[in-house]
């Protein structure tokens, strides 16, 4: 068992980061969170101010819990007016994980027009079907499905995950990175605009899935995506920077046009800087959990 003390101006809450909604392969058993990150299973948990983990190393949790982040001055850069400071304030220690970009974007769209739960079921029948199993403690895991799995599997055996019409836009994207035609470390290295509009090229790839995958795993912290949730407490919020007309016109939408989207997102990334992604998440989690 491994032990990782925060320092004293470090600001951590590992149930609110595991449990805002941005991982979907983290499930919590007493008070173990127990997750599989490519071929890895790992559990940890926190006491105060200790991490205390297994089968993973100091480096790695610290780089993919983002500890290397100074959170205090991230919320402070957010902190722009009552309603952020209050979805701060009750979720204060929620950090942006840095997740495996291959499952980050197969999640992703997966995740199109599914709620948390469905999105669950299906990423994990997909990983018990193309994955690798895994011991741990005596119970079962399965490693995320490689390209190379994902790119030979016929469009019924996706179908049967319950993939529906993504089956084939995720098969398309394995076959894509097969032939080298996504780089991650490219899209890592280049500019938030850039890498969006790479993304945006991939057959399911709209601009929420692409800002998802660039704020989640591609570490593009002003990557602001809109949801029902988001767009849901902008309106609400922050509808006085939007034409009248505008806010009515989207107010009862489940999905959004493309410059209906881009309208929001960057309102978003304009108001809270190059933090927005933070800023996206906190009051998504306190619009869902709290507001809701």
Not at 5 to 14: Q, T, W
Not at 53 to 76: G, H, I, P, Q, T
Not at 233 to 258: A, C, M, Q, R, W
Request: proline share 2%; hydrophobic share 40%; net charge positive.
């Amino acid at each position: 068992m491994e032990r990782l003390r925060l320092g004293v101006s470090a600001i951590f809450n590992l149930d609110y980061t595991l449990g805002c909604g941005q991982v979907f392969r983290w499930e919590k058993a007493g008070e173990w969170w127990y997750g599989i990150i490519k071929d890895r299973v790992f559990k940890i948990r926190q006491n105060g101010r200790d991490l205390i983990f297994e089968n993973a190393d100091k480096a790695f949790v610290k780089r993919y819990f983002s500890l290397d982040v100074n959170l205090r001055e991230v919320l402070l850069s957010i902190s722009k007016d009552y309603h952020i400071k209050r979805a701060i304030q009750h979720f204060k220690g929620l950090r942006i994980v840095r997740q495996d970009p291959w499952e980050c974007l197969i999640s992703y769209i997966c995740a199109t027009n599914k709620n948390i739960p469905g999105i669950k079921r299906n990423i994990e029948a997909l990983s018990q079907k193309f994955g690798e199993s895994k011991i741990f403690e005596r119970k079962v895991f399965y490693s995320f499905p490689t390209p190379a799995k994902l790119a030979k599997a016929s469009l019924t055996e996706l179908r049967s995950c319950g993939l529906g019409f993504r089956a084939k836009y995720i098969r398309e994207a394995a076959r894509k990175a097969m032939q080298g035609n996504i780089s991650f470390e490219d899209l890592r290295k280049t500019s938030y605009e850039e890498a969006r509009k790479k993304l945006l090229h991939l057959r399911g790839v709209g601009y929420k899935v692409a800002d998802c995958v660039l704020l989640f795993s591609l570490e593009k912290l002003e990557a602001f995506p809109v949801d029902i949730w988001v767009k849901r407490t902008i309106l609400k919020h922050y509808g006085i920077h939007f034409d009248k007309g505008f806010s009515e016109k989207v107010s009862g939408k489940n999905s959004l046009l493309p410059n209906e989207y881009k309208a929001l997102s960057e309102f978003g990334r304009r108001y809270f800087g190059k933090n927005a992604g933070y800023a996206q998440e906190y009051l998504f989690h306190y619009e869902r959990l709290v507001r809701h």
